[in-house]
């Protein structure tokens, strides 16, 4: 039946992400098996602790973007406030920001907007959006975070002066394992989009070679709190 194809192909989507996660995890762990085994043999040397905390963070960074597949039985809709959510994802990122010498600005509306959603899993979403922003500007740059809000839609804009993309590779954004980076895995705009998507809501890209990249995601206003599209998700357990 269509049900059961349905559910084979999710079970071939998380093996194979079960593999990448893995593999990702793997690599930073020898480093610090190494350097742990060269401490306990007294050879101490003071920059191994900063590339131990290095690899550490580097399996917080992977595990944090794939919260959505590690719980998916805390997934529940409810009103969320999305001021709140940015600012608490921009503190979470701020270290990473200040150390690559990235100002955010906010760009936000005095009222609050609310959105019926899965707060762990818009968070999610926005985590992996502004940490590709700050890849994108090895140099340092500016990011502006911006919250529209009309009768129809809410959207929220991320804006980089990065590095940009060529058109070709802005088409296979959200495809998994495509990355440009030595240390990227390609999933965490497959894990948004896929989030976007279960919130009924739509992604636009722009971007230009050497000028940087503007991911717009909008959400309808009125599917606020339409029951139907909250099924989505919590079939997932
Ligand atoms: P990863 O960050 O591990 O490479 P993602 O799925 O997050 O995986 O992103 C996939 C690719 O999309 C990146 O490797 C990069 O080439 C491109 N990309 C995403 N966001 C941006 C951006 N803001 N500026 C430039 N390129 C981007
Ligand atoms: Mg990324």
């Known amino acids: 039946t269509e049900e059961?194809?349905?559910?084979?192909?999710?079970?071939a989507m998380i093996g194979?992400?079960?593999?990448?996660?893995?593999?990702?995890?793997?690599?930073?762990?020898?480093?610090?098996?190494?350097?742990?085994?060269?401490?306990?043999?007294?050879?101490?040397?003071?920059?191994?602790?900063?590339?131990?905390?290095?690899?550490?963070?580097?399996?917080?960074?992977?595990?944090?973007?794939?919260?959505?597949?590690?719980?998916p039985h805390q997934i529940y809709f409810s009103d969320c406030n999305i001021?709140?959510?940015?600012?608490?994802?921009?503190?979470?990122?701020?270290?990473?920001?200040?150390?690559?010498?990235?100002?955010?600005?906010?760009?936000?509306?005095?009222?609050?907007?609310?959105?019926?959603?899965?707060?762990?899993?818009?968070?999610?979403?926005?985590?992996?959006?502004?940490?590709?922003?700050?890849?994108?500007?090895?140099?340092?740059?500016?990011?502006?975070?911006?919250?529209?809000?009309?009768?129809?839609n809410i959207s929220i804009t991320i804006k980089d002066n990065g590095i940009g993309m060529e058109s070709d590779q802005v088409k296979k954004l959200g495809e998994p394992f495509f990355t440009t980076k030595q240390d990227g895995n390609g999933l965490g705009l497959m894990v948004s989009y896929k989030i976007i998507q279960n919130h009924k809501g739509s992604v636009d890209v722009k971007s230009k070679s050497n000028n940087g990249t503007t991911f717009k995601i909008t959400f309808k206003t009125q599917l606020n709190k339409d029951k139907t599209y909250s099924s989505n998700i919590t079939e997932n357990e």
Do not use: C, W
């Not at 059961?4 to 079970?11: D, V």
């Open 83 to 152: 001021k709140s959510i940015l600012t608490s994802v921009v503190k979470f990122i701020e270290p990473e920001a200040i150390m690559k010498n990235v100002k955010i600005k906010y760009h936000f509306p005095a009222e609050d907007v609310v959105i019926y959603g899965e707060k762990n899993q818009l968070q999610q979403v926005f985590l992996n959006i502004i940490k590709n922003s700050i890849e994108a500007m090895p140099t340092g740059g500016k990011i502006d975070i911006m919250i529209e809000r009309t009768d129809q």
């Open 4 to 11: 059961t194809l349905r559910k084979t192909e999710k079970l």
């Open 16 to 71: 194979q992400l079960a593999a990448g996660f893995a593999h990702e995890i793997r690599n930073p762990l020898t480093t610090i098996r190494g350097f742990v085994q060269l401490l306990s043999a007294n050879e101490i040397e003071p920059n191994y602790a900063s590339t131990i905390l290095d690899e550490i963070d580097r399996i917080n960074f992977i595990v944090s973007e794939f919260m959505v597949f590690a719980k």
